[in-house]
């Protein structure tokens, strides 16, 4: 009985150190009546030729299924009517709108908080996308300054005044650049997002 008590206690006590120590994602809880993913938009490129089940590896006949954008919701208990669509910029995913590279609230939570169904949208060629239609060939280009001037965080190394961001976290938010979207790919992803929404 003893130990089951201090167990219950020393648990008790790890529980609320992490819970102290932690940055929380929620400020408040919120309930999600309905959560998914979905793709939306993209393309379909064919092969001329015949496929053959003996050589899989010949393209001829094969066909690819890309430039699709990916689009994660969550929708609150009493929602409002209009949901809120979020689309990054250049540079970025998803990710972008989730939570802060310091751990706070993104508008995602800010928004689900308020009572707002969220979208967001990794647009296609980007994030969880998936296959682009276009050949890819992709850098490791050091640009960490480039990004940190275009977000206006500040003149590399220094940040403004007031600025709340960690550098090291931030640029980790950064995803490399594939081909260019075409408005074709970006406008059926987002049509096929705002026809589900």
Request: proline residues 3%; hydrophobic residues 35%; positive net charge.
């Given at each position: 009985?003893?130990?089951?008590?201090?167990?219950?206690v020393l648990a008790l006590m790890v529980l609320t150190f992490a819970a102290?120590?932690?940055?929380?994602a929620f400020e408040k809880p919120v309930l999600i009546a309905e959560q998914g993913s979905f793709a939306a938009g993209g393309t379909v490129v064919r092969s001329d030729g015949s496929f053959n089940y003996r050589v899989p590896s010949d393209q001829s006949g094969q066909s690819l299924h890309g430039d699709h954008a990916y689009v994660f919701y969550q929708k609150p208990a009493k929602a409002h009517k209009y949901p809120l669509v979020f689309l990054h910029g250049a540079g970025q995913s998803?990710?972008?709108?989730?939570?802060?590279?310091?751990?706070?609230?993104?508008?995602?939570?800010?928004?689900?908080?308020?009572?707002?169904?969220?979208?967001?949208?990794?647009?296609?060629?980007?994030?969880?996308?998936?296959?682009?239609?276009?050949?890819?060939?992709?850098s490791a280009a050091t640009y960490d300054q480039l990004w940190f001037s275009n977000f206006r965080l500040g003149n590399w190394p220094e940040f403004f005044?007031?600025?709340?961001?960690?550098?090291?976290?931030?640029?980790?938010?950064?995803?490399p650049g594939g081909p260019a979207h075409t408005a074709r790919s970006r406008g059926t992803g987002l049509l096929s997002c705002y026809r589900k929404a």
């Open positions: 009985m003893l130990k089951a008590k201090a167990a219950k102290a120590t932690s940055v929380q998803a990710k972008t709108w989730e939570t802060t590279p310091d751990g706070r609230d993104g508008f995602q939570n800010i928004f689900l908080g308020k009572g707002y169904s969220t979208y967001l949208i990794d647009q296609p060629r980007r994030g969880r996308a998936g296959q682009s239609t276009a050949a890819e060939n992709i005044e007031g600025v709340q961001f960690s550098k090291n976290q931030g640029f980790s938010f950064c995803v």
